[in-house]
């Protein structure tokens, strides 16, 4: 028998008493009022999981809202063109997210006629939904019996059952899935999902839990071998590379040249500084900036042409210049965006 089995018959509370403990505390001290909790609208949750996918929830809520006043209902978002939907999500990053609501839209409002199903296996037909939205949308929209997992749920799962292996490896993901599956309740699955994100967020954290405040810490595994600073285990640290980048600034008194980027390379369909291998002979050094993303570091430096005539001709047939004034109005990636509010006041 597997540690995992060991500390789950022998430390754990019965699928009942542990979901109706998790249920009666989200009730006194979960999060309750959630922009997309109030009208538990099935659009508002399917916009609400997209955003908070890799995004922490005080970062999404204003976001949230601006999307609702642009894109009050899915018909709405599903007959916007791609480069709508990619400026008003600008500024929450990983523009995948964007897409894949947009398809999931379209879809939607081409197969169901602009609803939603309850069902997990249906929702997980739609482009850009996996198991944990499909049973996110079902629990929190619907109020049905669903399992899900995310990152919040997996470190609770690990400590309270003391999972030993890591959890994003094929074996804890197969064991947390069977164990969502078995303890998720049948009536009020809604409050039990969210009691799970919220301890999670709020009282099981990655570093620093607090452990004293938690309805399950008379039976988690971790809490009572004093393991908790040991659970979940973590993956062998990877070194993150750093790739140089070289991107071209030509700007003038009424805007700067930009190019729209094409879909196979970073920052896909987002409008960007052009981008070149080496930095033109006659280019002096502007600024600079970097970037992390999920596999590299971006260490990026910032040429200043004078005019896109000084660019080869395969860069400069696809420039277009775009006012200042209008810039707010276009989808551009989030370090780009930062470095273009820093420099605007002083173009060059």
């Given at each position: 028998m597997n540690k995992a089995s060991k500390s789950l018959s022998t430390t754990a509370l019965p699928p009942s008493e542990f979901n109706?403990?998790?249920?009666?505390?989200?009730?006194?001290?979960?999060?309750?009022?959630?922009?997309?909790?109030?009208?538990?609208?099935?659009?508002?949750?399917?916009?609400?999981?997209?955003?908070?996918?890799?995004?922490?929830?005080?970062?999404?809520?204003?976001?949230?809202?601006?999307?609702?006043?642009?894109?009050?209902?899915?018909?709405?978002?599903?007959?916007?063109?791609?480069?709508?939907?990619?400026?008003?999500?600008?500024?929450?990053?990983?523009?995948?997210?964007?897409r894949n609501l947009h398809k999931a839209a379209q879809y939607l409002q081409e197969t169901y006629q602009g609803q939603i199903p309850a069902q997990p296996q249906l929702l997980q037909e739609v482009p850009g939904i996996g198991p944990y939205t499909a049973g996110a949308i079902t629990a929190f929209a619907f109020n049905q019996p669903a399992a899900l997992v995310d990152g919040n749920v997996k470190r609770v799962f690990c400590r309270y059952f003391g999972i030993e292996q890591v959890p994003t490896s094929t074996a804890a993901d197969k064991l947390i899935w069977q164990l969502a599956e078995n303890y998720y309740p049948e009536q009020d699955n809604r409050s039990y999902a969210q009691g799970l994100l919220d301890l999670g967020a709020t009282i099981c954290t990655p570093r620093k839990p607090n452990c004293i405040n938690c309805p399950l810490r008379?039976?988690?595994?971790?809490?009572?071998?004093?393991?908790?600073?040991?659970?979940?285990?973590?993956?062998?640290?990877?070194?993150?590379?750093?790739?140089?980048?070289?991107?071209?600034?030509?700007?003038?008194?009424?805007?700067?040249?930009?190019?729209?980027?094409?879909?196979?390379?970073?920052?896909?369909?987002?409008?960007?500084?052009?981008?070149?291998?080496?930095?033109?002979?006659?280019?002096?050094?502007?600024?600079?900036?970097?970037?992390?993303?999920?596999?590299?570091?971006?260490?990026?430096?910032?040429?200043?042409?004078?005019?896109?005539?000084?660019?080869?001709?395969?860069?400069?047939?696809g420039l277009e210049l775009i006012s200042w004034q209008q810039l707010k109005n276009i989808a551009l990636p989030t370090p780009i965006k930062r470095y273009l509010d820093k420099h605007q006041q002083n173009p060059g």
């Open positions: 109706q403990t998790v249920i009666r505390w989200q009730s006194e001290h979960g999060r309750n009022e959630l922009p997309w909790q109030l009208e538990q609208d099935p659009y508002h949750v399917l916009v609400s999981e997209f955003m908070l996918q890799q995004t922490q929830v005080a970062t999404v809520i204003p976001y949230f809202s601006r999307w609702l006043h642009h894109f009050p209902t899915l018909a709405t978002l599903a007959s916007a063109s791609e480069d709508e939907v990619l400026t008003q999500w600008q500024g929450l990053g990983f523009y995948r997210r964007a008379a039976s988690c595994y971790a809490y009572q071998q004093q393991r908790v600073d040991n659970l979940p285990t973590k993956p062998p640290r990877k070194t993150t590379p750093t790739r140089p980048g070289h991107f071209i600034w030509i700007s003038n008194a009424e805007g700067i040249f930009l190019t729209q980027r094409s879909g196979d390379v970073i920052w896909p369909r987002l409008w960007s500084f052009p981008e070149v291998t080496e930095p033109p002979l006659q280019a002096a050094l502007h600024g600079h900036f970097k970037h992390t993303f999920s596999h590299y570091r971006l260490a990026a430096q910032v040429w200043q042409l004078a005019h896109p005539n000084q660019l080869a001709e395969t860069l400069s047939t």
